[in-house]
C-alpha cells in the first residue's frame, strides 16, 4: 500500500490532499463498475502512453500494464482522445464508441477514469515531479454492471442522474441537498466515478455550495481571483466551453 | 490582478511539452508569490484538466443560469468557437 505519495516534492502537499491521491492512485487498480481491475490499469496506462507521445509528461515506464487487458480498440481509441484531444470529441464520436461495442456505462467510467488521472499527472508536472507510477492490478472482483434506476437523457451525450427529487436518493447521496450542476451529474451514470470527481473538486477547488461564492474564503495559497485566473487559463487550452 | 502575468505563464507552460518554460515559470511563481502558491497552482491546474475532460467527453452545456450573463465576453474572447459550444448553443 502506499504511504507517502509526495515525498520528492519541493513544495508543500497537505495530508488531505496527499490521502485523496493516494486513494486515486489505488483507484485505477481496481475493479469498478464496468470495468475490471485489469481493464481500467490498461485503461490508465493507455492514456499515459498518448500523453507520452505528446511529450506531455515523461514516461515512469508503467506503459507495460497497457497489455494487462486485451481492451477493444474502440475503449483504447476513447481512452487515448479523452488524454490528449478531448476538444475535438462530439456527439457523433460517442455514439461510434458505444456502436464499436462500447456500452454507455463503460464510456462513461473511462471517461472519468481518464480524467481523474490527468488530474494526477498535470498535478505532478506542475510540482516538477514524474507521474506516480500506476499500479499493478489488485483485485479479480468483477464488475457489477450495475446502472442507476433514476439515469435519464439530460441533453448530454450519455445518461446521467438528475438533481432530487426526479434522482430520489441516489441524487441526495451523490449532490447533497441543493442542486448540483452539471459537470457535477456529468458521470453520474456511474456513480462511483461521480463520487469521486465530486470528492477531488471539493477538497481542490471548492465544494458545490461555494461555487459561486467569490468571497468564500479557503485554505488556499492563492485568492479566488487567482485561481479562477489559473483554470481559465488551462480551460482555454482544453478549448472546453462549459 | 497581483502577479496574474506570473500564474498565466505557468498555467499555460502546464498544458505544454516545453519543460524548461515550466520550469521557470514555477519558480517564477514560487519567488513572487511563494512554495505554497505553486502547489495550489498545481492543484487548480489538475483540477480544471480533469473536469474539461468530464465536460467535453459528455457533452454536458452550460448551466442555463450562465449562459446570458457570460454572452458578452464568451464572444469577446472567441470561446463561442470551441467545438464544445455547440452542446450549449446548438
Request: hydrophobic letters at 45%.
Amino acid at each position: 500500500m502506499l504511504m507517502t505519495l509526495y515525498a520528492d516534492s519541493r513544495y508543500p502537499v497537505s495530508p488531505t490532499i496527499e490521502a485523496l491521491h493516494v486513494d486515486e492512485m489505488q483507484s485505477y487498480a481496481r475493479s469498478g463498475t464496468w470495468g475490471t481491475a485489469a481493464q481500467r490499469t490498461a485503461i490508465a496506462a493507455t492514456a499515459r502512453i498518448a500523453q507520452c507521445e505528446q511529450g506531455l509528461q515523461e514516461s515512469v515506464d508503467d506503459e507495460k500494464l497497457a497489455a494487462q487487458a486485451k481492451l477493444p480498440d474502440a475503449a483504447v481509441r476513447l481512452a487515448r482522445a479523452v488524454a490528449v484531444d478531448s476538444h475535438n470529441i462530439d456527439r457523433k464520436f460517442c455514439q461510434d464508441i458505444q456502436a464499436q461495442g462500447v456500452s454507455e456505462g463503460a464510456y462513461v467510467e473511462i471517461v472519468a477514469l481518464v480524467s481523474r488521472l490527468s488530474n494526477m499527472d498535470v498535478f505532478a508536472r506542475g510540482l516538477g515531479i514524474p507521474p506516480r507510477k500506476l499500479l499493478e492490478p489488485a483485485d479479480e472482483t468483477l464488475p457489477s454492471f450495475e446502472r442507476p434506476a433514476e439515469a435519464v437523457d439530460e441533453g448530454f451525450f450519455t445518461a446521467s442522474v438528475p438533481n432530487a427529487p426526479e434522482g430520489g436518493a441516489l441524487a441526495e447521496s451523490l449532490y447533497g441537498k441543493g442542486p448540483a450542476g452539471n459537470v457535477f451529474r456529468a458521470v453520474s451514470l456511474v456513480p462511483d466515478e461521480a463520487r469521486r470527481v465530486i470528492a477531488l473538486v471539493s477538497q481542490q477547488y471548492f465544494g458545490a455550495e461555494h461555487l459561486l461564492d467569490f468571497h468564500v474564503t479557503s485554505d488556499h495559497a492563492l485568492s479566488r481571483a487567482q485561481i479562477e485566473l489559473v483554470a481559465t487559463k488551462v480551460s482555454e487550452y482544453n478549448q472546453c466551453f462549459y | 490582478m497581483e502577479h496574474g502575468c506570473e500564474l498565466v505563464r505557468f498555467a499555460g507552460a502546464l498544458m505544454k511539452p516545453d519543460t524548461a518554460e515550466l520550469a521557470a515559470a514555477r519558480e517564477a511563481v514560487a519567488e513572487r508569490l511563494g512554495p505554497e502558491a505553486v502547489t495550489t497552482a498545481s492543484i487548480i491546474g489538475g483540477n480544471f484538466s480533469m473536469l474539461d475532460r468530464v465536460a467535453n467527453a459528455i457533452g454536458i452545456s452550460v448551466d442555463a443560469m450562465v449562459v446570458k450573463p457570460t454572452a458578452d465576453f464568451r464572444e469577446a474572447l472567441g470561446i463561442n468557437t470551441f467545438p464544445s459550444a455547440v452542446n450549449t448553443l446548438g
